[in-house]
């Protein structure tokens, strides 16, 4: 054989020889790549595979995705209430899958359900603060604690400006015939049923007053220039009904009814019983003979300011002296016609022993005077 045929058989020795190398080169190349793109599909079927999904363990009931609900609130609402019935619906998922369901208000667990309670667990009342809040439903599976479904939901909750929500209720009005310290009119003590409704936290002050005075709706007060009673965080006096009516009417709200009123400053203490003290009210003993800037004395029951003493407040009632004998036992509104409007919890004036919520007080609806103002109630 020649040297040149030698040459050539040997080169293509060498060329098969790499070939082969380069064909196992690219397979194991292609063996890899495929290895690699299992895994990063199973890390991402791990990551993002959908909170309900189950393995083989854990299998739930078949069908469709379970849903939680929101009924109330729905996302973004404003509500003015509190407590707030909460309301929910869990759908597609079997009662039996369900092993506890928890309500979290701001990440804070405010009640769990157990499987015995779920089909009970369809709302349930909190106590809401006043802003921007978050509540969350989680629903946690019976076969995996670990796996559960989530909902949250935003809400706003706000209230009237200045005001407390008042909740409805019963309580016993006016006082006994046998209460020697009591007035005839205060007779006899009768039960009254109120719904709930919104009234003011403080009496209206005199800038809150100068604000509808500048807008043109509401009357210039009588003591307007007239310092200590002229002063933007005491409580706005020298105006007569009509005038507290209008103011109330220019913020969309109301004069409170005698009954409201009473109903509220019986919260102070034994209802009609309640003898003021130097502890929640301005009165002749303690005021220097002059109003005082509102909201420094001790809160009642329901957060309300002054509602003894400071001044009498005008309520939306015609005074008579025996509404009491025959009077409608829900939501009174008092007599249907008189000569004078109700005024309701003394003022700097008067003296610690006559003050009480269920002590009742008349005047002209045009007059006013330096110890008289108002507070503004409204309908929930």
Not at 37 to 42: E, F, G, P
Not at 148 to 154: A, D, I, L, T, Y
Not at 193 to 201: A, E, I, K, T, V
Request: charged letters at 25%; one cysteine or more; a neutral charge.
């Amino acid at each position: 054989m020649s040297r040149l045929f030698k040459n050539i058989v040997k080169g293509s020795h060498v060329s098969m020889s790499f070939i082969k190398k380069n064909r196992v080169n690219d397979s194991r190349r292609r063996v890899s790549a495929a290895a690699i793109s299992a895994t990063i599909i199973a890390l991402l079927g791990f990551f993002y595979s959908p909170p309900h999904s189950q393995s083989k363990d854990n299998k739930i009931s078949q069908g469709a995705t379970p849903q939680i609900t929101f009924i109330k609130p729905s996302p973004g609402e404003i509500i003015n209430e509190t407590p707030y019935t909460v309301q929910w619906t869990i759908e597609n998922l079997k009662l039996e899958d369900i092993q506890s369901i928890e309500i979290q208000y701001h990440s804070e667990t405010m009640r769990v359900f157990r499987q015995d309670e779920v089909l009970k667990c369809l709302s349930l009342e909190l106590p809401l603060k006043e802003g921007r809040h978050m509540l969350d439903i989680k629903v946690s599976l019976t076969k995996g604690t670990n796996i559960f479904f989530s909902r949250p939901v935003f809400y706003i909750l706000k209230f009237p400006a200045g005001m407390e929500r008042i909740p409805g209720g019963k309580f016993m009005m006016g006082s006994s015939r046998e209460d020697e310290s009591a007035f005839f009119d205060e007779a006899p003590i009768h039960e009254v049923l109120l719904p709930p409704f919104w009234l003011d936290r403080h009496e209206v002050k005199n800038s809150q007053y100068r604000l509808c005075v500048s807008q043109g709706v509401c009357r210039t007060s009588e003591f307007d220039d007239k310092p200590p009673f002229s002063r933007d965080d005491h409580p706005v006096v020298g105006v007569d009904w009509g005038a507290a009516k209008q103011y109330c009417k220019w913020r969309n709200t109301r004069l409170p009814t005698e009954a409201e009123w009473e109903y509220v400053a019986a919260a102070t203490g034994d209802e009609g019983q309640h003898r003021a003290t130097g502890e929640i009210a301005w009165h002749a003993l303690n005021s220097l003979g002059r109003t005082h800037a509102v909201g420094q004395k001790q809160s009642n029951h329901f957060g309300i300011f002054d509602m003894l003493g400071n001044t009498w407040e005008w309520c939306s009632d015609w005074y008579a002296e025996d509404t009491y004998l025959d009077t409608q036992k829900v939501d009174p509104d008092g007599s249907e016609w008189g000569n004078f409007r109700v005024l309701k919890g003394g003022s700097w004036a008067t003296y610690p022993k006559e003050m009480r919520p269920a002590l009742r007080f008349w005047l002209s609806p045009n007059k006013s005077n330096n110890n008289t103002g108002f507070r503004c109630a409204r309908d929930i």
